[in-house]
């Protein structure tokens, strides 16, 4: 049990006393079959008519997925809108202070930096574990994040450090879970409720293969998620997104293929990769990327994009010299990447 943490102490002063938009679908509820309240155009195409504000269908569905109810979670525009989000409740620019890890993903720094907060970077040691100690010395971070299966290393955090965090970390800990699903750990919604502090980030980006729609999900307390549906634009997520979500959600099935499918094909890549000259070291992998350290980073980029191959150079990422990070692909494009790989060891 988390004495230190106190969610009133947390929220912006100026939001406790908001008064939300109310919008013209918020203020009915019940059947009706004229609706003359938003000035919408009444000929119907299909997408006239504002989306639910709370999507409560597709939460509905996420829910049975995820084993969650629908009240403990917020949809938005791609995870990114959410991390903006967590920053404006929790945070008063200029003044207010997050703590995140490096290497890890990019979005929170820039965010962080857009909000005017405040910023603790902290390095993660040899092993990409975070630094607890320092984490806890940290006595006035509203926020913390962390990334589990870790962008750009791969691995995850581990739980004893996770649950420690959890348990003595004074602010709010957002983990972000957006690789979950290829890793070998479950993801701790299981164990939401049993911490108050906890906001967890998924997506339908990766696994679910639906990047294009940018459909992120928080989910946490019903008292956190209250605050975050308090600030968040009415229509943040448009019908297009919430049709398609709950169409493609549908398909469980082919979801799991295609996941079994690039385990098969991240295992097969790593010991590919291991197996080249210039190939330093493969880090293991919890995601559907593989982090790799070469010899000259910048050299293979090059000869890659000559061979019409895009992936990430992390060169100039603390503790990531001679990095890249490469997403597993479609079978064809993974042994088209390898065939450019023993041109580049061969040449
Ligand atoms: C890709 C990714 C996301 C997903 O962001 P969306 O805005 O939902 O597409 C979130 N977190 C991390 C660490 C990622 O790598």
Known sequence: MNTKFKLENLIRTNLKTLTPYS?????????????????ENPFDNGVNRYPDPQQWELKERLSEIKNISAKQMILGNGSDEIIDLLMRAFCQPCEDKVIFCKPSYGMYKVAAQIND??????????????????????????????CSP??????LIDKKILIRLLSEFKGVIVLDEAYIDF????SMVTELNMYPNLVILQTLSKA????GIRLGIGLASVEIIEVLNKIKPPY??????QNKAIELLSCEETYQEKIDILLVERNSMLNELRGLSFVKKVFPSQANFILVRVENA????????????VIRNRTTVALLENC???SIGTPAENQQLLEVLKKFQNQ
């Open 183 to 186: 890793s070998s750990d479950a």
């Open 208 to 211: 679910w293969g639906m990047a």
């Open 150 to 155: 870790n962008n750009p290393t791969g691995n």
């Open 298 to 309: 910048n050299k293979l980029y090059d000869f890659l994009i000559k061979g019409g191959i």
């Open 324 to 326: 890249l990070r490469i």
């Open 23 to 39: 919008s013209a679908r918020d203020e009915f509820s019940g059947t009706s079959s004229v609706f003359l309240d938003a000035n």
């Open 236 to 241: 943040n997520v448009n019908t297009l997104t």
């Open 117 to 146: 907060l405040r910023i603790a970077e902290l390095e993660l040691d040899a092993n990409f574990q975070p630094n607890v100690e320092m984490i806890l010395r940290d006595n006035d971070s509203k926020l913390l994040f962390l």
